[in-house]
Every structure is written in C-alpha cells, then in structure tokens.
C-alpha cells in the first residue's frame, strides 16, 4: 500500500502532457561517462535532457520533483522480447512472433525462409504485458521475431520499440535481422548447424547477385541484401565454436554482429572484443541445458567485462511477460563480480548503443529524457519504481495487476467485485 500511496502522490503531481521537468537532489545514475552523481538535477526541456548539475534554477512552468536523494536512472531494457506481439503465450490468436509457411509455400516462390517478415507491423502498443513491465521501469525492449517448426532458423526482423503507448513505436535505426544458430536450430537446417552455415551461404549468394536458386523469395532477397555491408544482425548462439564463426561469417559480409545467450562467450572473449561485438547475456544462466552451453557460468558477464566486451542483458524462457526481471539479471551479475556501474549500463546505454538508438539510455545533456526514479537500488529486486518518464511526460504507474490488486484488496461492496463498485 505504501508503494502505491507514493506512486499515485507523485504523479499527481505531474501535469499528463507535461515535457518540462526538474528533479531535484537526486542520485543520478547516468550510465553514461559521469558515472553517479549524488544530490544533482536533472532539467528536461521539450522531452529532452537540458542540464544536469547541483542547485540548477528552475525556469517558469516547469514541474519540480524532489527525489530526496533517491536514484534516478535512464529507462530499462526490456531485453528480446515480444512485448505488444504477444499477449497470451498459450493462445496462438494473440501470439503473433513467428512464421511457419512450410508446405504453403509453392515451389516457385522458393522454401518456407522469409526474412522479409517484420514483426514491426504486428506490434500492439495497447498491450497488457507491456503496462505490467512499464511500471516496473521498462521504457524500451526489442521486437525479437521467433524461430517455428516449419519456418527457418532465420527468423525475420524487428525493431527497438517505445513502451510509451504511441502507435509508431519503432525507433529509427534499430532494424535488425534475427538468426538462430545451434542445436536448437538443427532441425530447421536437415539435422545439422553445418547445414546452417550452408544455407547461410546460399541465402547470402542469392542476395548478391539477385537470382533466385530456391531458397529466397524476391522479396526476400531485397532484404537480406540491406544487411550485406552494414547491418545489424542478431545471433542467437552459445557455443564458443558456434560464435567464432559468427564473428568470421559477419565480418566477411560486412554485418554488425549482436550476439545474444552466448553461454561460452567467455571463452572467446578476445575475439568478441577485437570484433567490437556486443554481448546480451542471461545472467542466471548457470547450469547447461544442452550441449551448446556446457560453459555456461553465474560468471559470464563479468569475465566478459573484464575482457573489455560490452555485455548488456536479455532473459530466456519467458522474456516478455517478464522482461521487469531485467534488473534481476543486472543484480545476478554483480553478485558474481559485474561492477554495478557497468551493470547499469547493460540494461541502459549498451542495448541503446547497439541497437542504433543511442539518443536513449544515458542521462547527459542532448539525450532524450526516458527516466526513471526509484525507491532504492534499482538492481535491488525489493525496490520498485515510484515514477516513470517517456521524454519528460509522466507515464501513468497504473496496469492489469494493479487494477487487479485494488479491485480485490478493496472492502467488499453491493455487488460481486468484478462489477464496478462491487
């Protein structure tokens, strides 16, 4: 009740369409070069960060916050996920992530690889999951397309999203094309990963020269010529000998690699480094579940660190509906020696950084005011958020669980409580 007493009292205090804002005395986290600063403002103009410093003047119709010294960070990563394209995991009319063609394909049209799916368009700002991981101090996460029986291993593409409710979500820039690569995948590639890398070939071949030889569509081929000398793509690997050839494959094509699990990254962290490749780990990740992450280790994002790879954060299993345990993960890594302040940045600056949207995730002058103030810690898993902000506006702190608690903790009314006033 406490958390919900300061949530509703602070955005009262805010204004709905306000983008003018000052936080007094926080200790701001701004995941950034400045590292933290204790008892600074924060000045957001137009939705964007004006000044950061100590006793900053408070110009006419701004809307002062006094934090009292709690933390104020950039909003958090949500991770991969499929927040706004899928709602109800276990009901495939509201899960819209995937493409499995297989036989419907005609034989002209080439096999079932469509990497010309975009799951940009199936995106549901007015998402449930998405109001339930907001108020937990998700601003943004990426639209990850999944890989199904009777599809391909590459998956498709998608976007760094806004959770801020707006219809136009994707952010520019951060297009990125999804392959999944291991044992998990063999049987999408006749049973093999060397039938991966053969078909990876043939699909970069046919996107070369823009004939057809069976295995992309036209439109398919348009796309996966965007990402040849350039683009950025997004490997689902773990094995240390799986992304060695990740990083060979990427660099021939000229591709911005992205990997994500790497269970074993650690083993070849040298050569991520020298690829200046970024990590996205599941830091609780500890025990293998297959043969492709025998090395996995609680250690894994700081070893990384310390090698000088960029390590940002993003679960398995159920990400979307989870993706508020983010700061799990970051906490999970400083526990196993992940300093805190780049942990921080694994949910901040780093995925802003590497999926192109860098205006976000740090709190320094210039940058786009997605903030987030906080009760405590916020790798703490006992801290909650007290208030979120999308470019200087207060989002509301309201979703489908809270409603859900009030309805229920409320004195029972007339009526049952699923009526209003019940």
Do not use: C
Request: cysteine-free; aromatic content about 6%.
């Amino acid at each position: 009740m406490k958390r919900l007493i300061l949530a509703i009292a602070l955005l009262a205090a805010l204004p709905a369409a306000a983008q003018d804002l000052l936080v007094r005395n926080a200790t701001v986290h701004t995941a950034g070069a400045a590292g933290t600063l204790k008892n600074h403002d924060v000045l957001v103009q137009g939705g964007v960060v004006r000044a950061v410093g100590p006793g900053l003047a408070a110009p006419a119709g701004v809307t002062v916050v006094d934090a009292k010294g709690r933390p104020l960070t950039p909003g958090l990563f949500g991770g991969l996920t499929g927040l706004g394209i899928e709602e109800v995991s276990g009901e495939p009319s509201t899960v819209d992530g995937g493409l499995a063609l297989g036989a419907m394909v005609p034989a002209h049209e080439g096999s079932s690889w469509r990497p010309e799916f975009d799951v940009d368009v199936a995106f549901n700002p007015r998402s449930a999951a998405i109001g339930v991981n907001r108020v937990e101090g998700i601003t943004f996460t990426v639209l990850a397309p999944s890989a199904l029986p009777g599809g391909s291993f590459v998956a498709g593409q998608g976007s760094a999203v806004l959770l801020d409710g707006r219809y136009d979500a994707a952010l520019p820039g951060s297009r990125s094309l999804f392959v999944n690569l291991g044992s998990d995948s063999s049987p999408l590639s006749g049973g093999s990963r060397a039938g991966q890398w053969m078909l990876l070939e043939q699909a970069m071949a046919e996107a070369r020269s823009g004939q057809p030889d069976g295995l992309l569509t036209r439109a398919g081929r348009a796309a996966v010529a965007k990402y040849l000398g350039g683009g950025r793509v997004v490997f689902h690997v773990d094995r240390a000998a799986d992304i060695r050839q990740v990083l060979a494959f990427a660099k021939k094509n000229g591709m911005v690699p992205v990997i994500v699990g790497g269970a074993e990254s650690w083993r070849v962290a040298a050569e991520l480094k020298a690829a200046n490749a970024v990590v996205l780990v599941d830091a609780l990740a500890n025990l293998p579940g297959n043969f492709d992450g025998l090395g996995s280790s609680l250690e894994t994002a700081a070893r990384l660190h310390r090698a000088g790879v960029r390590v940002g954060f993003s679960q398995r299993g159920d990400a979307t509906h989870n993706a508020r345990k983010q700061r799990q993960l970051a906490g999970n890594a400083v526990a196993h020696g992940l300093p805190w302040e780049a942990a921080l940045a694994g949910l901040t600056s780093v995925p802003a950084q590497a999926f192109g949207v860098s205006q976000r995730g740090r709190i320094e002058v210039g940058q786009q005011a997605d903030l987030v103030l906080w009760s405590g810690d916020p790798l703490e898993v006992s801290t909650f958020a007290e208030q979120v902000w999308f470019e200087g506006k207060p989002a509301s702190m309201r979703s489908r669980q809270t409603e859900l608690r009030d309805r229920y903790l409320a004195p029972a009314g007339a009526l049952p409580r699923a009526y209003p006033g019940g």
